[in-house]
């Protein structure tokens, strides 16, 4: 069955230091998404990526974070100066369908990330 | 008023026991909706869609009241293994793209 792959699963980092978190899509998916879990709490949506474009990011998507693909297969979600509130578990997801009302999105195993 | 609203829980339960958990959503325009797994430290997983005529999979059972706003999950005969996070999930069409709203989860805890 194919998945959505998700490297590193836990990534430690020093606070003010840049993280760069990799996604590798289902192969014919269009649609990305990143969404984060912070420990206890609800998962929150940041962004959502089509045509090699934003379409729709959340509040918490700040200028701190950006998102790229950068060739056919990769999915990052970099965010450049860390703070410990972005301590949290990362699930990038896909879809085939960005607009299908029931369209299931695929999530990744996440990336737990850990700012010290 | 929170976008997807559930009852924390947790619930404990026998196994073999009936369990239904309730869901509200406050915005009037939500496309779609979902019943999502999660295990602990995992992605979330769905597992059911909700359609306005309710639907059925096995022991699972949802339903959904537009007038309401209301969603629900029905889970019949408890298993050990269905212990885990049920989220609620709501797909908001926005921006001309559709994007998930989850609910804070239900704790389900099904012991022997």
């Known amino acids: 069955e194919p998945e959505v792959t998700q490297t590193p699963s836990h990534q430690v980092t020093q606070m003010g230091q840049e993280v760069i978190l990799r996604c590798v899509p289902i192969?014919?998916?269009?649609?990305f998404y990143w969404y984060r879990q912070i420990l206890g709490q609800k998962v929150e949506f940041l962004v959502s990526?089509?045509?090699?474009?934003?379409?729709?990011k959340s509040e918490i998507f700040d200028d701190q974070f950006s998102v790229e693909r950068p060739d056919g297969s990769n999915f990052t979600l970099k965010i450049r100066s860390t703070k410990l509130e972005d301590s949290a578990m990362y699930f990038c997801a896909s879809s085939s369908s960005g607009t299908g009302v029931y369209t299931e999105a695929f999530f990744g195993q996440g990336t737990r990330l850990t700012v010290v | 008023r929170k976008e997807v609203e559930q009852d924390p829980g947790p619930f404990n339960v026998p196994e073999g026991a009936t369990v239904a958990f309730n869901c509200t959503y406050s915005n009037s325009a939500s496309q779609s909706f979902f019943w999502y797994r999660q295990d602990c430290r995992k992605e979330p997983k769905l597992l059911m869609s909700?359609?306005?005529s309710g639907n059925e999979d096995g022991r699972f059972t949802a339903q959904l009241n537009r007038a309401s706003q209301y969603i629900s999950l029905l889970i019949r005969d408890s298993k050990l293994s269905d212990s885990a996070t049920y989220l609620c999930?709501?797909?908001?069409?926005?921006?001309?793209?559709?994007?998930?709203?989850f609910g804070a989860g239900t704790r389900l805890a099904v012991h022997p």
């Open positions: 192969s014919n998916h269009l649609y």
């Open positions: 990526f089509y045509n090699n474009e934003i379409s729709e």
């Open positions: 909700v359609y306005s």
């Open positions: 999930v709501v797909r908001m069409f926005s921006g001309g793209y559709n994007k998930l709203i």
